[in-house]
Protein backbone atom coordinates (compact mmCIF):
# COMPACT_ATOMS: atom_id res chain seq x y z
CA UNK A 1 0.00 0.00 0.00
CA UNK A 2 1.48 3.97 -0.84
CA UNK A 3 0.51 6.21 1.60
CA UNK A 4 -2.18 8.64 1.22
CA UNK A 5 -0.27 11.69 -0.07
CA UNK A 6 -0.16 14.82 2.75
CA UNK A 7 -1.43 18.59 1.49
CA UNK A 8 2.03 19.57 1.63
CA UNK A 9 3.03 16.90 -0.86
CA UNK A 10 -0.02 18.01 -3.23
CA UNK A 11 1.30 21.28 -3.02
CA UNK A 12 4.64 20.48 -4.02
CA UNK A 13 3.89 17.99 -6.85
CA UNK A 14 5.36 18.38 -10.17
CA UNK A 15 2.94 21.00 -12.43
CA UNK A 16 3.98 19.45 -15.34
CA UNK A 17 4.33 15.71 -16.29
CA UNK A 18 6.98 14.68 -18.63
CA UNK A 19 4.95 12.42 -20.58
CA UNK A 20 1.49 11.94 -21.69
CA UNK A 21 0.12 9.39 -18.37
CA UNK A 22 -0.66 5.99 -19.45
CA UNK A 23 -3.86 4.41 -18.14
CA UNK A 24 -4.81 0.59 -18.38
CA UNK A 25 -7.79 -0.83 -17.30
CA UNK A 26 -8.36 -4.86 -16.03
CA UNK A 27 -12.13 -5.09 -16.56
CA UNK A 28 -14.62 -7.87 -17.35
CA UNK A 29 -16.96 -5.29 -19.05
CA UNK A 30 -15.42 -3.16 -21.22
CA UNK A 31 -17.89 -1.42 -22.98
CA UNK A 32 -19.32 0.27 -19.76
CA UNK A 33 -15.60 1.91 -19.64
CA UNK A 34 -15.50 2.37 -23.55
CA UNK A 35 -18.28 4.92 -24.18
CA UNK A 36 -18.23 7.20 -21.13
CA UNK A 37 -14.07 7.43 -21.38
CA UNK A 38 -14.80 8.62 -24.84
CA UNK A 39 -16.82 11.95 -24.20
CA UNK A 40 -16.36 15.04 -22.53
CA UNK A 41 -12.99 15.97 -20.78
CA UNK A 42 -11.76 12.02 -20.86
CA UNK A 43 -12.24 11.94 -24.82
CA UNK A 44 -10.61 15.70 -24.98
CA UNK A 45 -7.48 14.88 -22.91
CA UNK A 46 -6.96 11.60 -24.90
CA UNK A 47 -7.63 14.24 -28.27
CA UNK A 48 -4.77 16.25 -26.88
CA UNK A 49 -2.79 13.38 -26.05
CA UNK A 50 -2.40 14.64 -22.47
CA UNK A 51 -3.50 11.10 -21.87
CA UNK A 52 -3.67 7.09 -23.65
CA UNK A 53 -6.16 4.81 -22.16
CA UNK A 54 -6.56 1.03 -22.96
CA UNK A 55 -9.44 -1.07 -21.67
CA UNK A 56 -8.63 -4.57 -21.89
CA UNK A 57 -10.78 -7.90 -21.21
CA UNK A 58 -9.69 -9.48 -18.40
CA UNK A 59 -10.99 -12.95 -20.41
CA UNK A 60 -8.04 -12.64 -22.23
CA UNK A 61 -6.10 -14.03 -19.89
CA UNK A 62 -9.15 -16.36 -18.79
CA UNK A 63 -8.17 -20.25 -17.92
CA UNK A 64 -8.64 -23.25 -20.14
CA UNK A 65 -11.32 -23.57 -23.14
CA UNK A 66 -13.99 -20.91 -21.65
CA UNK A 67 -11.42 -18.47 -20.29
CA UNK A 68 -12.70 -18.99 -16.83
CA UNK A 69 -12.06 -15.93 -14.57
CA UNK A 70 -13.22 -16.71 -11.42
CA UNK A 71 -14.87 -19.92 -9.19
CA UNK A 72 -16.69 -20.92 -6.01
CA UNK A 73 -15.15 -19.75 -2.47
CA UNK A 74 -13.61 -22.46 -0.36
CA UNK A 75 -15.48 -22.80 2.82
CA UNK A 76 -18.87 -22.25 0.90
CA UNK A 77 -21.01 -19.43 0.52
CA UNK A 78 -22.88 -17.45 -1.84
CA UNK A 79 -21.19 -15.81 -5.63
CA UNK A 80 -18.15 -16.11 -7.27
CA UNK A 81 -14.54 -14.92 -6.44
CA UNK A 82 -12.00 -13.19 -8.91
CA UNK A 83 -8.84 -16.23 -9.60
CA UNK A 84 -5.89 -14.77 -8.58
CA UNK A 85 -4.12 -16.38 -11.89
CA UNK A 86 -5.79 -14.32 -14.34
CA UNK A 87 -5.26 -11.04 -12.85
CA UNK A 88 -1.31 -11.89 -11.89
CA UNK A 89 -1.32 -12.89 -16.07
CA UNK A 90 -2.58 -9.79 -17.00
CA UNK A 91 0.02 -7.51 -14.95
CA UNK A 92 2.87 -10.07 -15.46
CA UNK A 93 2.23 -8.39 -19.38
CA UNK A 94 1.04 -5.07 -18.44
CA UNK A 95 3.06 -3.75 -15.51
CA UNK A 96 6.10 -1.64 -15.94
CA UNK A 97 8.79 -0.82 -13.35
CA UNK A 98 7.48 2.74 -12.89
CA UNK A 99 3.37 1.37 -12.55
CA UNK A 100 1.02 1.90 -9.66
CA UNK A 101 -1.34 -1.08 -9.43
CA UNK A 102 -4.88 0.08 -8.34
CA UNK A 103 -7.76 -2.28 -7.04
CA UNK A 104 -11.38 -0.76 -7.17
CA UNK A 105 -12.12 -2.43 -3.48
CA UNK A 106 -15.00 -1.34 -0.77
CA UNK A 107 -12.57 -1.69 1.91
CA UNK A 108 -9.65 0.34 0.62
CA UNK A 109 -8.83 3.96 0.95
CA UNK A 110 -11.11 6.34 0.59
CA UNK A 111 -10.95 8.14 -2.43
CA UNK A 112 -10.06 12.11 -2.03
CA UNK A 113 -8.80 14.75 -3.85
CA UNK A 114 -5.13 14.69 -2.63
CA UNK A 115 -4.99 11.07 -4.08
CA UNK A 116 -5.93 12.38 -7.54
CA UNK A 117 -3.08 14.84 -7.15
CA UNK A 118 -0.96 12.15 -6.45
CA UNK A 119 -2.35 9.51 -9.09
CA UNK A 120 -1.95 12.50 -11.59
CA UNK A 121 1.46 12.51 -11.52
CA UNK A 122 2.09 9.24 -11.89
CA UNK A 123 3.21 8.07 -15.34
CA UNK A 124 1.44 4.44 -15.79
CA UNK A 125 -1.90 3.72 -14.04
CA UNK A 126 -3.33 0.38 -13.74
CA UNK A 127 -6.86 -0.44 -12.79
CA UNK A 128 -8.31 -3.84 -11.58
CA UNK A 129 -12.33 -3.88 -11.65
CA UNK A 130 -13.31 -6.78 -9.16
CA UNK A 131 -16.55 -8.34 -10.14
CA UNK A 132 -18.88 -10.76 -8.45
CA UNK A 133 -18.08 -11.53 -4.68
CA UNK A 134 -14.60 -9.88 -4.73
CA UNK A 135 -11.26 -11.22 -5.38
CA UNK A 136 -9.21 -13.92 -3.79
CA UNK A 137 -7.53 -12.32 -1.25
CA UNK A 138 -3.91 -13.52 -2.75
CA UNK A 139 -4.80 -10.85 -5.48
CA UNK A 140 -3.97 -8.07 -2.94
CA UNK A 141 -0.57 -9.09 -2.68
CA UNK A 142 -0.28 -8.01 -6.50
CA UNK A 143 -1.49 -4.62 -6.36
CA UNK A 144 -0.04 -1.27 -4.59
CA UNK A 145 -2.77 0.49 -3.62
CA UNK A 146 -6.14 -0.02 -2.98
CA UNK A 147 -9.28 2.41 -3.66
CA UNK A 148 -12.73 3.36 -2.28
CA UNK A 149 -15.40 5.80 -3.65
CA UNK A 150 -17.46 5.30 -1.05
CA UNK A 151 -18.92 3.10 1.48
CA UNK A 152 -21.60 1.37 -0.01
CA UNK A 153 -21.64 -1.64 -2.62
CA UNK A 154 -21.63 -2.03 -6.65
CA UNK A 155 -21.87 -4.53 -8.93
CA UNK A 156 -18.41 -4.45 -10.41
CA UNK A 157 -15.51 -1.82 -9.93
CA UNK A 158 -16.33 -0.21 -13.49
CA UNK A 159 -18.58 2.54 -12.07
CA UNK A 160 -14.99 3.04 -9.45
CA UNK A 161 -13.01 3.23 -12.12
CA UNK A 162 -14.67 5.87 -14.09
CA UNK A 163 -15.09 7.78 -10.89
CA UNK A 164 -11.00 7.56 -10.24
CA UNK A 165 -9.94 7.95 -13.83
CA UNK A 166 -12.38 11.14 -14.72
CA UNK A 167 -10.92 12.81 -11.41
CA UNK A 168 -7.20 11.99 -12.35
CA UNK A 169 -7.90 12.79 -15.68
CA UNK A 170 -9.22 16.29 -15.50
CA UNK A 171 -6.07 17.45 -13.10
CA UNK A 172 -3.87 17.16 -16.27
CA UNK A 173 -2.08 20.41 -17.35
CA UNK A 174 -4.09 21.72 -20.77
CA UNK A 175 -7.37 19.15 -19.56
CA UNK A 176 -9.13 22.25 -18.31
CA UNK A 177 -9.05 25.84 -17.14
CA UNK A 178 -6.44 25.69 -14.49
CA UNK A 179 -8.03 28.55 -12.68
CA UNK A 180 -11.14 25.79 -12.36
CA UNK A 181 -9.03 22.76 -10.90
CA UNK A 182 -7.46 25.50 -8.08
CA UNK A 183 -10.66 26.96 -6.83
CA UNK A 184 -12.69 23.73 -7.29
CA UNK A 185 -14.41 21.74 -3.73
CA UNK A 186 -11.97 19.86 -1.63
CA UNK A 187 -8.51 21.72 -3.84
CA UNK A 188 -7.81 23.68 -0.33
CA UNK A 189 -10.24 21.27 1.87
CA UNK A 190 -12.90 23.27 1.61
CA UNK A 191 -16.18 22.82 -0.39
CA UNK A 192 -16.28 25.15 -3.17
CA UNK A 193 -18.37 28.44 -2.55
CA UNK A 194 -21.95 29.18 -4.15
CA UNK A 195 -21.84 30.08 -7.59
CA UNK A 196 -24.20 32.19 -9.94
CA UNK A 197 -25.15 32.66 -13.77
CA UNK A 198 -27.76 35.15 -15.21
CA UNK A 199 -30.58 36.28 -14.79
CA UNK A 200 -29.46 38.06 -12.25
CA UNK A 201 -33.24 37.88 -10.48
CA UNK A 202 -34.77 34.34 -10.81
CA UNK A 203 -38.20 33.72 -8.91
CA UNK A 204 -37.25 36.40 -6.24
CA UNK A 205 -34.01 34.99 -5.58
CA UNK A 206 -31.40 37.69 -6.63
CA UNK A 207 -27.65 37.35 -6.97
CA UNK A 208 -25.61 38.32 -4.37
CA UNK A 209 -24.62 42.23 -5.04
CA UNK A 210 -21.69 41.73 -4.20
CA UNK A 211 -20.17 39.63 -7.23
CA UNK A 212 -21.82 42.53 -9.74
CA UNK A 213 -19.97 44.97 -7.49
CA UNK A 214 -16.40 44.81 -9.60
CA UNK A 215 -15.14 44.53 -6.47
CA UNK A 216 -12.65 42.00 -6.93
CA UNK A 217 -11.05 41.90 -3.37
CA UNK A 218 -14.71 41.79 -1.61
CA UNK A 219 -15.79 39.06 -4.31
CA UNK A 220 -12.69 37.31 -2.94
CA UNK A 221 -13.55 37.61 0.36
CA UNK A 222 -17.21 37.08 -0.02
CA UNK A 223 -16.10 33.53 -1.49
CA UNK A 224 -13.91 32.51 1.04
CA UNK A 225 -16.60 33.31 3.60
CA UNK A 226 -19.15 31.29 2.16
CA UNK A 227 -16.87 28.06 1.20
CA UNK A 228 -16.90 27.95 5.32
CA UNK A 229 -20.32 28.56 5.73
CA UNK A 230 -21.12 25.45 3.41
CA UNK A 231 -18.18 23.69 4.95
CA UNK A 232 -19.76 24.05 8.31
CA UNK A 233 -22.86 23.15 7.11
CA UNK A 234 -22.66 20.42 5.06
CA UNK A 235 -19.16 18.68 5.88
CA UNK A 236 -17.96 19.83 9.04
CA UNK A 237 -15.75 16.56 9.48
CA UNK A 238 -13.52 18.52 6.76
CA UNK A 239 -13.02 21.26 9.44
CA UNK A 240 -11.31 18.90 11.84
CA UNK A 241 -8.10 19.77 12.45
CA UNK A 242 -7.30 21.72 9.38
CA UNK A 243 -4.95 24.30 9.60
CA UNK A 244 -6.51 28.06 9.12
CA UNK A 245 -5.22 30.92 8.36
CA UNK A 246 -5.32 33.95 10.31
CA UNK A 247 -8.12 35.45 7.52
CA UNK A 248 -10.07 31.77 7.80
CA UNK A 249 -10.12 31.86 11.83
CA UNK A 250 -11.97 35.49 11.57
CA UNK A 251 -14.47 35.07 8.71
CA UNK A 252 -15.04 31.33 10.23
CA UNK A 253 -15.54 33.05 13.73
CA UNK A 254 -17.91 35.49 11.84
CA UNK A 255 -20.05 32.34 10.27
CA UNK A 256 -20.72 30.62 13.69
CA UNK A 257 -21.70 33.81 15.01
CA UNK A 258 -24.30 34.66 11.76
CA UNK A 259 -25.63 31.02 11.74
CA UNK A 260 -26.02 31.23 15.57
CA UNK A 261 -27.75 34.04 15.45
CA UNK A 262 -29.94 33.08 12.77
CA UNK A 263 -30.86 29.59 14.79
CA UNK A 264 -31.95 32.13 18.05
CA UNK A 265 -34.22 34.26 15.60
CA UNK A 266 -35.47 31.23 14.24
CA UNK A 267 -36.10 29.36 17.70
CA UNK A 268 -38.00 32.51 18.78
CA UNK A 269 -40.12 32.30 16.18
CA UNK A 270 -41.02 29.18 16.68
CA UNK A 271 -41.90 30.09 19.69
CA UNK A 272 -44.30 32.80 19.15
CA UNK A 273 -46.17 30.99 16.81
CA UNK A 274 -46.69 28.14 19.49
CA UNK A 275 -47.81 30.87 22.00
CA UNK A 276 -50.09 32.58 19.53
CA UNK A 277 -53.72 32.47 20.45
CA UNK A 278 -56.11 30.28 18.43
CA UNK A 279 -57.81 32.23 15.71
CA UNK A 280 -61.43 32.74 16.43
CA UNK A 281 -64.11 30.38 15.55
CA UNK A 282 -66.73 32.11 13.02
CA UNK A 283 -69.29 29.58 13.31
Not at 218 to 226: C, Q
Request: include cysteine; glycine fraction near 8%; charged fraction near 30%.
Amino acid sequence: MTAEPSAGEVGALVKTPRRPLDIEILTLFPAMLQAPLAESIPGRVQARRLATIHVHDLRHWGLGRHKSVDDYTYGGGAGMVLRPEPVAAALDEIRRPDSLVVLLDPGGEVFRQARAHDLAERPHLVFICPRYEGVDERIRSLVDLELSIGDYVLSGGEIAALVVVDAVLRLLPGAIDAESTAEESFTAGLLEYPQYTRPPVFREMPVPAVLTSGHHEAVRKWRLKESLRRTRRRRPDLLENRPMTREEAKLLGEVSHEESGAALEAAQERAVQTDAPAEPSTD
